[in-house]
């Protein structure tokens, strides 16, 4: 079974810091990983996805991962934090193909002037 | 396009009542699946349908909660009877054919139930 942990329930940067979410998978085949991100009071957007290609993934919002096998991580990052990255953030992962998405807990980012 | 559209946004409730939650998902998608999110347990999958015929529902809580799919352009999450502990937001999402096992899942703006 798949799993993923995502450490730090809540990440404070300032504006204009590099933003780095953590993201840890267990997965028993090799896996599809994913970055949703939710604004409050709102669904959840796919922000970007790795699917065995490339290994550094970009998505929206000048946000990108990159799958490291080795280290079974998949960090989110983006160079320099807005205020309108503000949110929650989760990654997922799927055994590709074989299994439905399971989600992380989640972690709010929170962006100060 | 219109997105996946769920009603009601907010609901409240009292223990005992009969919930109905409503989505429809974007048109053409094949799959359509519920899940909850709590503060305490995240984002669990309840129950997912693949051209309207429920694939999984082993992550429906209790025999209180059934979900229906009469047509490719309506769901249902029914939970009867209420309890305080189903106060949770439920999403509904769907997915592109071909893609629901690859993540790319669109969610709807999500049902607030809260049971008093």
């Known amino acids: 079974a798949q799993s993923v942990t995502q450490l730090g329930s809540h990440v404070s940067v300032s504006e204009g810091a590099l933003v780095l979410l953590r993201c840890n998978y267990s997965s028993s085949v090799p896996p599809y990983l994913f970055w949703y991100v939710q604004y409050p009071n709102q669904g959840l957007q796919l922000l970007l996805k790795?699917?065995?290609?490339?290994?550094l993934v970009k998505g929206i919002n000048g946000f990108e991962a990159e799958f490291k096998k080795s280290e079974t991580s998949f960090h989110l990052t983006k160079p320099s934090a807005h205020m309108s990255d503000a949110a929650e953030y989760f990654c997922a992962v799927s055994d590709k193909g074989y299994s439905t998405l399971t989600f992380g807990k989640g972690t709010m980012l929170l962006v100060s002037p | 396009d219109a997105g996946v559209i769920q009603s009601p946004r907010h609901e409240v409730t009292e223990m005992g009542q009969e919930v109905t939650l409503r989505c429809k998902p974007i048109?053409?998608?094949?799959?359509l699946f519920w899940y909850r999110q709590t503060m305490m347990r995240g984002l669990e999958l309840l129950i997912y349908?693949?051209?309207?015929?429920?694939?999984?529902d082993s992550g429906m809580p209790e025999d209180r909660f059934s979900a229906k799919m009469p047509n490719a352009s309506f769901s249902t999450l029914k939970i009867q009877p209420s309890e305080p502990r189903d106060s949770a937001v439920y999403f509904c999402?769907?997915?592109?054919?071909?893609?629901?096992?690859?993540?790319?899942?669109?969610f709807g703006e999500g049902s607030r139930l809260t049971v008093l």
């Open positions: 999402a769907s997915s592109v054919p071909g893609t629901a096992n690859t993540g790319e899942l669109f």
């Open positions: 349908f693949n051209n309207n015929v429920p694939i999984d």
């Open positions: 048109s053409g998608h094949d799959y």
């Open positions: 790795y699917t065995s290609a490339a290994t």
